[in-house]
């Protein structure tokens, strides 16, 4: 293996010799009731090792059969990227070995996919349409899950031992594969993300995956190669697996430009291998040397027949496919009453789903956006993660909303309160009772602050009484202070106009 470099070239410096070549491999996990090839429940979260049977485990003897509604899902998948339907089309044994592949090979696609000759196209944040092509959208079943043990990392280098999880051997996946994307130029980190996201929201939108990619129901793996300016062919690959964010696919794409940009500048060659991304530090690591389709050592699966397609059970498909993003996207927006910016930034933040389904839960739309967009969004950006990322719910959103209505707690509060209920603390209503977070109304209470605050601030009562009501604020803080933000500000200007005998 030729010796590489791990020092960067700054990203604009890339840019000004190279032109980028990307590539994604797109795995989407089908939300059927069952697995694949058996009849053992799809279920995230259960137990380890308890929604197996015999054929995920694949036992001697036993008979995999086809889970038609997966078929018809991934058929969904393709008519939505504007594949071609395969007539006919099989599956093949794809070879390799590794504990979480209980039968040493995955049941995969190979020479006949199941859709392929597609296209997306893609809005990237100013507006600007991308036509990515799509090579093929084949099924296949996913692996196991496996745990590594002792570590500091998390990963197998420096585990102590490693456990595995068979439950998610065998559930149904679509892989999505891209043909070379070239063109992108300084926008490749950007496209990235918004493919990615244009995916998630076109399979979410169609209703076959549940598509949270902080489960891993659609990650990405993200091949880029470099070539220099003018030139034909296509530089060496690295491929980035699993990335299971929009902003680490981002930024992995970003890294991986400046990391090969590096390697040739000094004069090496970029080996074809596969990268682990690092979240923490937003870098890549080595993992093993990319195979190519020769080394899996495909043959036609021999226990599975054909799947075959005709025009009319595609066309009921057809008619089952929701109305195109962008309809979408342009009825949402008039629904809402959000303005050109307000909802390009929704877009570009990838909450087109959330805030959707926050406003379902019986939130308004601005107050959807405003939590999603603002303390929701902070939130995430400190713990370097996608806001849905975090786990909150639209119930949640919904209820802290409501004790803002009813007057229980301030919006200061409330931010308080949701921290809490990510700590895992309870619900907003649960935790306002438990750590007495309830707004202080009582004017007995706020009446004395307020006497205190104006006591300490003459100055600020004699403009008060002279008609500068906007005054006020300067009292309202001491007042918060003393009752640990807590109080009603609105009630505590009412009190202080009439101590002072002010008409509002």
């Known amino acids: 293996m030729a010796a590489t470099t791990e020092s960067l070239v700054d990203f604009d410096e890339a840019l000004e010799k190279y032109d980028p070549v990307l590539g994604f491999e797109v795995h ?11 009849d053992a429940p799809n279920v995230f979260g259960d137990e380890p090792n308890t929604n197996v049977t015999p054929v995920c485990l694949g036992l001697p003897g036993v008979l995999p059969v086809v889970n ?27 070879n390799y070995f590794y504990p979480d592949t209980p039968k040493n090979f995955q049941t995969s696609q190979y020479e006949d996919p199941i859709a392929y000759d597609g296209y997306l196209d893609v809005e990237l944040e100013d507006g600007e349409v991308f036509r990515v092509e799509i090579e093929r959208a084949h099924m296949e079943e996913d692996a196991g899950k496996l745990t590594h043990m002792g570590g500091s990392t998390g990963r197998i280098q420096g585990a102590d031992f490693s456990l595995v ?14 043909k070379p994307i070239v063109g992108a130029g300084k926008r490749a980190p950007e496209l990235a993300k918004a493919y990615v996201a244009a995916v998630r929201e076109i399979v979410k939108n169609l209703g076959v995956s549940d598509a949270k990619m902080e489960r891993g129901n659609v990650r990405c793996d993200a091949n880029v190669s470099l070539m220099p300016k003018g030139a034909d062919k296509f530089g060496t690959r690295s491929e980035t697996k699993n990335v299971n964010s929009l902003r680490a696919v981002e930024h992995a794409v970003r890294f991986e430009i400046e990391r090969h940009a590096g390697v040739l500048e000094a004069g090496q060659k970029v080996v074809q291998e ?22 899996y050592r495909y043959f036609p699966e021999p226990d599975l027949v054909p799947v075959v397609t005709t025009a009319e059970w595609i066309e009921e498909l057809r008619a089952r496919l929701p109305e195109p993003p962008a309809e979408r996207r342009k009825r949402l927006k008039a629904e809402w009453g959000y303005s050109d910016a307000e909802f390009r930034d929704v877009v570009n933040a990838g909450l087109l789903d959330a805030i959707g389904e926050t406003i379902a839960a019986g939130a308004s739309a601005a107050v959807a956006r405003k939590w999603w967009m603002g303390e929701i969004s902070r939130l995430a950006k400190n713990a370097d993660t996608d806001p849905e990322g975090l786990g909150v719910t639209p119930a949640t959103i919904v209820e802290l909303n409501g004790l803002i209505e009813a007057k229980k707690i301030n919006d200061k509060i409330a931010r308080q309160v949701l921290e809490f209920v990510l700590a895992g603390e309870g619900t907003p209503a649960e935790i306002v009772q438990k750590r007495g977070l309830a707004v202080v109304n009582d004017d007995s209470a706020l009446g004395a602050a307020i006497e205190d605050a104006m006591a300490t601030m003459p100055d600020v009562v004699a403009k008060i009484k002279d008609g500068k009501l906007q005054a006020i604020g300067a009292l309202i803080g001491p007042v918060m202070k003393a009752t640990r933000g807590q109080a009603d500000a609105g009630r505590v200007r009412e009190l202080v106009l009439e101590k002072l005998g002010i008409e509002g």
């Open 274 to 295: 596969t990268r682990h991304w690092h979240e923490d530090t937003r870098t890549t690591t080595a993992g093993r040397p990319k195979s190519d389709a020769d080394d």
């Open 165 to 178: 999880d068979y439950n998610r051997a065998g559930v149904p996946l679509v892989e999505i594969v891209t």
């Open 28 to 38: 989407v996990e089908l939300n059927t009731k069952t697995k694949m090839f058996s």
């Open 68 to 94: 038609k509604t997966a078929v018809e899902y991934s058929i969904l998948i393709g008519l939505a990227l504007n594949c071609k339907i395969a007539e006919t089309c099989g599956f093949a044994r794809k």
